[in-house]
């Protein structure tokens, strides 16, 4: 569910008009809802009532300090993947011990910066990685606690470019190797082990992966256990999908991942984490466009719109489906027409859909891309000099622009030129 619905023939986020917005601002914008946002983290944080744990929002899915702030509000700890976004987590005043640290290639530098700031744990790959914490930690005088993240190889049955938990993949360790490279861990003066990591791959639609990698986590625990480690917090990583589309998806609901981790991990005692993104920010971002010219070509109708692949790349990139829809909404038994719809970048790639059936447009009529709000902002880029879209948040009547358009002076400027020149 989300706060992007239809009133009295306009599109609204929340109580704000759409065009308003795109009036005030400009196209094209994500605009994000604060209502989305807090009822999605609050399904997680519902759903592991009764086991002691935190949600840690996976901060990669957008990472705008608004949206950090208005869950780090609501209680919301941190997953992130690097400097920045560890930086990023504090500057929007949440606090280290609530940030876990995942990623397969922390520097040490960035292991320093964490360490330096406070952290609730790192979440190691490798055993490389592993001695490179322990010395950091070591010259700082600390203690780094860690989780060790561990690659079940278990098909998640998504994307491949999203996929996780295979073997053949550049994740964690191979969980046959475990044991010793937990023995390895324990070892090493500057680590404290606490528990042990999982994520398995991002939009799974199935529930049956996650049972199975948490099935292997409980058995680990188990054993690793036994040889003497102090297993209390399991960290399961993020990965449950959303609905792009609104009629024929409907992937398992948060409530229903929290009963299986319960099922699988309940009778263990640890304390649970988990790191979801898209679910919590996906369905509430919109990408909002106008239509600059509709072009008839031999056989088809193109839109082609402002937005393009450089805003919002999943569509060229993975071959994602993201329902688009008109911001006034079409009069009821309007014939529809099926439209190739296209940014003005310079390769076929920026083609957000091919022969989507949408009512008729006209150039200036404005167009939503829905579930835009996961992995949109956060992977855009200035290609084609095309400068990175603003972004708006909404809180019922209210909205606020939350990243200003920079102007092609701020762009241009960011480069020098050598003396020689
Ligand atoms: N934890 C770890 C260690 C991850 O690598 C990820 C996502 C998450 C949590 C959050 O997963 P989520 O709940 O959002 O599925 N750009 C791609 C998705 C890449 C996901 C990368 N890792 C896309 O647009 O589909």
New binding site residues.
Partial sequence: MDHFLYRDGALYAEDVPVAEIAAAVGTPFYVYSSATLLRHFRLFDEALAGMDHLVCY?M??ASNQAILKTLAQAGAGM?V?SQGEYLRAKAAGVSGDKIVF?GVGKTAEEIRTALSGGIRQF?VESEPEMEVISAVAQELGQVAPITIRVNPDVDAKT?AK?A?GKSENKFGIPIARARAVYAHAASLPGLQVVGIDV?IG??LTDLEPFRKAYEKVAELTESLRADGHDIRRLDL????GIPYTRSNEAPPLPVEYGQLIKETLGHLGCEIEI?????IAGNAGLMVSRVIYVKSGEDREFLIIDGAMNDLI?PAM?E?YHDIVAVTEPAPGIESLAYDIVGPVCESGDTFAKQRTMPPLVAGDLIAFRSAG??GAV?ASEYNSRPLIPEVMVNGDQFAVIRARPDFDEMINRDTIPEWL
């Fill in positions: 996976a990669k899915a997953d993947v995942s979440n994307h999203i996780t994520h991002s939009q990583g993020g990965g449950l790191e979801p993104g898209r679910l999943r993975y994602a996961a992995y992977m």
